[in-house]
């Protein structure tokens, strides 16, 4: 089974800390991506990568950054929070032209 | 915490009856479509997937149907159980790309009545 990873379910930061979100996938998919999801605005991608050390913008980018340094490995970062910023996280990974495999998400309270 | 749920059309039904849930789909050009259940509290599941050469494809208790003329998903769950409860998406892939961006849909809660 894929199996998806993230470091936290529930997180609480306050405003202009630096927060870092982890994703870790096993099944050495290309492609990861990370969404934010609130109700009523559904899943929106915030950035994605198709390769180690490649990056490509969303649909709502600011206010984020992402890192792959390692295949299994995506990370993002909120380079300093914000009350906006408070959603549930998602973190997905797929091969190409197959379906998205999701984490369990991570819910990120900013105060 | 507020759930993903709010503010979604609902569907309700009877356990033991069949379910069908549709999706209209946004763009002539998407060439595969999958659909997720995602319950309170988690991450989307993949249940199904469906290119668009075919027009009907059967799982453990559901089908997908895709009528690519109007541009219209359904996912079809027979015998619906309580631990069928959840919201369901369905998602599509623009050309099906390498890079694989998901276009979704709003969802729809299946609320399952014992």
């Known amino acids: 089974d894929v199996k998806v990873t993230q470091s936290s379910r529930y997180l609480v930061k306050r405003t202009g800390e630096k927060v870092f979100l982890e994703c870790v996938q096993d099944?050495?998919?290309?492609?990861m991506f990370w969404y934010r999801q609130d109700p009523g605005l559904g899943l929106r991608l915030i950035y994605f990568?198709?390769?180690?050390?490649?990056?490509e913008k969303g649909d709502i980018p600011e206010g984020y950054s992402v890192s792959r340094e390692k295949k299994e490995r995506f990370s993002l970062i909120l380079e300093s929070a914000s009350t906006n910023q408070t959603s549930m996280y998602l973190c997905?990974?797929?091969?190409?032209?197959?379906?998205?495999?999701f984490g369990p998400g991570t819910r990120l309270t900013v105060l | 915490g507020e759930s993903v749920g709010l503010h979604l059309p609902t569907l309700s039904v009877q356990e033991g009856d069949n379910s069908i849930i549709n999706c209209a789909y946004s763009?002539?050009?998407?060439?595969?479509f999958i659909w997720y259940k995602q319950e309170s509290g988690k991450g989307p599941q993949f249940i199904i997937d469906?290119?668009?050469?075919?027009d009907k494809r059967q799982g453990q208790r559901v089908t997908v149907l895709l009528n690519k003329t109007v541009k219209h998903l359904s996912l079809q769950i027979a015998a619906t159980q309580p631990g069928d409860s959840a919201v369901y998406f369905c998602?599509?892939?623009?050309?099906?790309?390498?890079?694989?961006?998901?276009?979704f849909g709003t969802g729809t809660l299946l609320a399952v009545q014992p």
């Open positions: 763009n002539s050009a998407s060439d595969y």
């Open positions: 099944m050495d998919h290309e492609n």
């Open positions: 998602a599509e892939i623009l050309n099906g790309g390498a890079t694989n961006k998901l276009i």
């Open positions: 997905a990974s797929s091969l190409p032209g197959r379906p998205q495999f």
């Open positions: 469906i290119r668009s050469n075919m």
């Open positions: 990568s198709y390769d180690v050390k490649m990056k």
